[in-house]
């Protein structure tokens, strides 16, 4: 008895500890595999976002149709002869501005003639046209676009940046694309309009700064007071240059992605100084201020700011994107809530894709020395953040005190915007729909989402008018395009003029179509429809 009393309870021991070790495995096994049914499920059944404004479900708004393409991208070159530089806020190419007025005055004369629209010249250089609608009622909308360019460095062109010039069907020179394809984008599409004898529903405007590259302060700000002196209190929302339709930017899509900025990033310059003692080179300190500041801003390269993917709208784009990639990839598009940790920390390591995903740090100019035999006393250092939505600029400072960790390197903020607000997005945003429409309408097989702007616009002056401020240029980009920014070789083809032309006109035409369901002009700006 003792003996099978002992076998018995070896056994029970074996069978409970069976039991248990399978219980601890098989409940995470369990887990896993309806984790990965839930995960496989999902990207199989993911769609994006529809949307609900069944009078824009049913637009068939045409395009500019009446096959003069040749003759308005003679235009675009023309108007990329003139050389509208801004070098840096005090320094511009100033009376270059009165003569792309005067370029803008001779290729569009309807717009120039008609009765009911109006022209303002505003702080001398800057353009603001008021086209008034034939019915009163609705909040007013804002096109803007900017007049001025970075510089070129005409060696680096295989044409002249400011030569004009089409070759093999593409348009070639500085502010092809950033901005004065814009400019006139929404130009001729106006100027076509008005040559069929139809004046628009509503009213809007359109604002030309001359200063966008510097920061606006002496266009778009000035723009922005005149709107009030016009009685505009409030805007239903503004459509501004921004982000574009991307191929083979986003990783797995397989269609081009056009991306609409619903949000922008804040940007912070702070400078980094060290003071020291000037002395003779040949019994130089332990320490000097130029060894101090490089330590400190090789620490900034080092320690980049946290990743805060998923507090700004980049999840969501990823959401809208997901139907249209492969899937595999769309396995981790479409579960966000699962693999949006290990997405950042993907696009953390490609120096475009991470901008989307952190605040990012760019150091842009150092400042030391008098001579090669000397000890300066002071060395200096410029660092530029653009500033994600989800980070505040003190928390910002805060990181780049931390990462430094010297209080001999003292940090000085020298300017800063705060970044924008998220605008309203999804089936339900008319504006975002009026936008998302026009380019389906534009462009065949693409996906539209919403996005965070990585770069600052001239938006940023009309944010007091409006919680809904969109950025998109409708023109078509590649990985290799990109570098064109603000780069060498800036271009657009003729066949995407065409569609960029199209799709302002179209535009204007669908913000018609909703009037009825546009804003009235005593909403208040936190309304919604």
Not at 6 to 29: D, E, N, Q, Y
Not at 184 to 195: D, H, P, R, T, V
Not at 475 to 497: A, F, K, L, M, Q
């Amino acid at each position: 008895m003792q003996d099978g009393i002992k076998m018995g309870g070896s056994t029970r021991s074996r069978r409970f500890w069976i039991i248990l070790v399978s219980a601890v495995i098989g409940v995470p096994v369990f887990v896993i595999l309806v984790l990965l049914m839930v995960v496989l499920i999902q990207a199989a059944v993911i769609t994006a976002p529809q949307g609900n404004i069944a009078i824009l479900n049913n637009a068939n708004t045409e395009g500019i149709t009446d096959g003069k393409i040749q003759e308005r991208a003679q235009r675009l070159a023309g108007i990329l002869k003139i050389e509208t530089v801004s070098y840096d806020e005090n320094n511009q190419n100033k009376s270059e501005f009165l003569v792309l007025h005067d370029y803008l005055s001779d290729s569009f004369p309807n717009i120039h003639s008609s009765r009911f629209v109006e022209k303002y010249v505003v702080n001398k250089y800057s353009l603001l046209y008021k086209v008034t609608g034939s019915t009163r009622g609705k909040l007013p909308y804002l096109l803007t676009a900017h007049m001025d360019v970075v510089p070129a460095t005409a060696a680096n062109w295989e044409h002249p940046p400011f030569g004009g010039v089409i070759v093999d069907d593409v348009i070639w020179g500085r502010g092809a694309i950033d901005d004065k394809g814009s400019v006139m984008g929404i130009m001729e599409a106006l100027e076509y309009w008005l040559s069929q004898g139809v004046q628009p529903k509503r009213t809007f405007f359109i604002a030309f700064g001359h200063d966008e590259e510097t920061g606006g302060n002496k266009g778009a700000y000035h723009l922005a007071i005149k709107l009030r002196a016009l009685g505009v209190e409030k805007l239903d929302f503004v459509l501004d240059e921004g982000l574009m339709t991307t191929d083979k930017i986003l990783p797995g899509v397989t269609k081009p992605a056009a991306l609409i900025g619903v949000s922008e990033k804040g940007f912070l310059n702070v400078q980094l100084e060290v003071t020291g003692t000037l002395q003779h080179s040949s019994f130089p300190p332990a320490e000097t201020p130029i060894g101090i500041l490089g330590r400190a801003v090789g620490k900034l390269e080092e320690n980049k700011h946290p990743i805060v993917f998923g507090t700004g709208p980049e999840s969501d784009t990823f959401h809208y994107v997901s139907p249209d990639t492969d899937y595999g990839i769309r396995i981790f598009y479409a579960n966000m809530w699962l693999f949006g940790p290990l997405m950042a920390s993907i696009m953390q390591n490609d120096p475009l894709q991470s901008t989307v995903v952190k605040t990012s740090t760019g150091l842009t100019m150092f400042n030391s020395g008098v001579k090669d035999n000397v000890i300066p006393d002071k060395a200096t250092a410029l660092v530029n953040h653009r500033v994600h939505p989800g980070q505040t600029i003190d928390q910002v400072i805060e990181h780049d005190r931390w990462a430094i960790g010297d209080d001999k390197v003292k940090i000085t903020q020298t300017a800063r915007m705060d970044p924008h607000p998220v605008s309203p997005f999804g089936p339900e945003a008319l504006a975002y729909q009026l936008i998302s429409t026009s380019i389906y309408q534009t462009y065949e097989n693409v996906v539209v989402a919403p996005c965070i702007m990585i770069a600052n616009t001239d938006t940023n002056h009309y944010l007091s008018f409006t919680n809904k401020v969109y950025r998109y240029v409708p023109v078509s980009v590649t990985p290799d395009d990109v570098s064109r920014y603000h780069g060498d070789n800036e271009r657009i083809p003729i066949d995407d003029y065409a569609h960029m032309l199209d799709f302002y006109f179209r535009f204007m035409q669908n913000s018609d179509l909703v009037f009825d369901l546009a804003p009235n002009e005593t909403q208040e700006l936190g309304d919604e429809l």
